[in-house]
């Protein structure tokens, strides 16, 4: 038995590059263009059975869009959530090294141990998005489907299935509209997952 399951982060969202978590901005026309040109790239080899979306706007909007074109079913799964950073939402990096650098660093450095002010634990994040990705692989074996999530949620799955260190999860990037394969033969404890096509890089 084979699924598929493919990866899309979503495309840029107003206000651009910063540190965004649970802010719920949606796409701009830019992030609607970048992921509309992704599908359009790759519909010829897609069959997917079902689209599941985070319910953050700049995933769920275009996800349902997509939904109302291809007449395929819309899951929304919460624990596809980003990763939330307190007191560091709304801002850029390059603010927060003007003013908390040392804070940041130390995030870049040990996220386990120096998380945002006011953010989520990354333990916590880990268990809310590997109980997703475990109950979707369960739920849809044999089946084609699409998830259409952030780049932290993604982050995750690839360390899980790579044994890659969490703590360089930011060697692993994931640009805006990066679509990304993971088939997985078998299921239950003998199932192999394997990333077979990832548009960002690994950096080692």
Same mark, same amino acid.
């Given at each position: 038995m084979q699924t598929s399951i493919d990866l899309l982060r979503h495309g840029e969202p107003v206000g651009g590059k910063q540190y965004r978590g649970h802010l719920d901005d949606p796409l701009s026309d830019l992030g609607w263009q970048q992921m509309q040109q992704v599908i359009d790239s790759n519909i010829s080899t897609i069959s997917w059975d079902a689209i599941l979306t985070?319910?953050?706007?700049?995933?769920?909007?275009?996800?349902?869009?997509?939904?109302?074109?291809?007449a395929l079913p819309l899951i929304i799964e919460p624990r596809l959530m980003e990763i939330?950073?307190?007191?560091?939402?709304?801002?850029? +990096?390059?603010?927060? %090294? &003007?003013? /908390?650098a040392e804070q940041l660093y130390a995030f870049w450095s040990d996220p386990?141990?120096?998380p945002p002010p006011a953010g989520e634990k990354?333990?916590?994040?880990?268990?809310?998005?590997?109980? +997703?990705?475990?109950? %979707? &692989?369960? /739920?849809?074996?044999g089946k084609q489907i699409l998830i259409i999530c952030h780049a932290g949620a993604i982050r995750m799955i690839f360390c899980h299935l790579l044994g890659f260190p969490v703590e360089r999860q930011f060697n692993i990037q994931v640009d805006y509209a990066s679509?990304?394969?993971?088939?997985?033969?078998?299921?239950?404890?003998?199932?192999?997952a394997r990333l077979v096509s990832h548009q960002g890089s690994v950096h080692v």
């Open positions: 985070s319910p953050l706007k700049r995933c769920a909007d275009f996800a349902q869009s997509l939904a109302n074109k291809t939330s950073f307190g007191d560091w939402e709304g801002r850029t +990096a390059e603010e927060l %090294i &003007q003013s /908390e386990f141990n120096c990354l333990t916590a994040f880990i268990e809310r998005t590997l109980s +997703a990705w475990n109950k %979707i &692989q369960t /739920e849809w074996q679509l990304s394969r993971v088939v997985i033969e078998g299921e239950a404890e003998t199932a192999l």
